[in-house]
């Protein structure tokens, strides 16, 4: 299972593009990146989840270096309720299970 | 529409007293999980069950148990809660072990 790594805390102004960065160099070919969100008091959401290729959808848009040794979560136009903790992990490999790393507090200001 | 259900959202009980948290389903997902979450701190996975195939974590607790008696519902209960288990227990579900989870609002268990 691949070991991530992502800053504590980012600020973002709404209205604009948060791009929060992860890193899992020890990430294996048959893992796929996943994100998540958490916002206090509620559980996890899922936001989006890629192997190789960029992936978008209505939430956010995930851009995958080619050597799949990082990755970067895009809100195109943050809001306030954006605000919240968000977790990169991996799922696949030997044991399919998802291990959360210690997250990034995304504080998006009005 | 709450897909993911977990009850009650607060649960207090007395140090050594066991304990059962509650989680539903109405999604018919075939896998169903159970995490902790201490202040502060992220999600740890507990144990899931694939199917009626149980999958203990080789670190959770010999007190913590879970039952799943149906695919609907699944059950965490705690034998005898120590003031190290007060925590956020949250519950998910998946299609398949490979593909995103859903996770209920969770459980946040005091320990008096």
């Known amino acids: 299972d691949a070991k991530t790594t992502q800053p504590t805390s980012m600020d973002c102004a709404e209205g604009r593009a948060a791009n929060l960065p992860c890193n899992h160099s020890?990430?294996?070919?048959?893992?796929?990146v996943y994100w998540y969100r958490q916002i206090h008091s509620q559980g996890p959401q899922y936001i989006i989840h890629?192997?190789?290729n960029n992936e978008t959808n209505e939430m956010a848009s995930l851009i995958i270096t080619e050597d799949r040794k990082s990755s970067t979560l895009i809100l195109p136009h943050a809001t306030l309720r954006d605000t919240a903790v968000y977790y990169c992990?991996?799922?696949?490999?030997?044991?399919?299970?998802?291990?959360f790393g210690t997250g990034t507090l995304l504080a998006v200001q009005p | 529409d709450a897909m993911v259900i977990q009850n009650p959202r607060y649960q207090v009980t007395q140090f050594g007293k066991p304990v059962t948290l509650s989680c539903s389903q109405t999604?018919?997902?075939?896998?169903m999980y159970w995490y902790q979450q201490k202040s502060s701190q992220a999600p740890k996975l507990l144990f899931h069950?694939?199917?009626?195939?149980?999958?203990n974590e080789a670190d959770t607790p010999d007190n913590f148990q879970s039952r799943r008696p149906n695919t609907s519902f699944c059950f965490l209960d705690i034998r005898s809660p120590g003031l190290g288990d007060a925590a956020m227990y949250l519950c998910?579900?998946?299609?398949?072990?490979?593909?995103?989870?859903?996770f209920g609002d969770g459980t946040r268990l005091s320990i008096l």
């Open positions: 998910a579900t998946s299609t398949r072990a490979q593909d995103p989870q859903h």
């Open positions: 020890t990430i294996s070919g048959n893992e796929y």
């Open positions: 890629g192997l190789k």
């Open positions: 992990t991996s799922l696949g490999g030997a044991t399919n299970k998802l291990i």
């Open positions: 999604l018919n997902h075939n896998v």
């Open positions: 069950y694939y199917d009626k195939d149980f999958n």
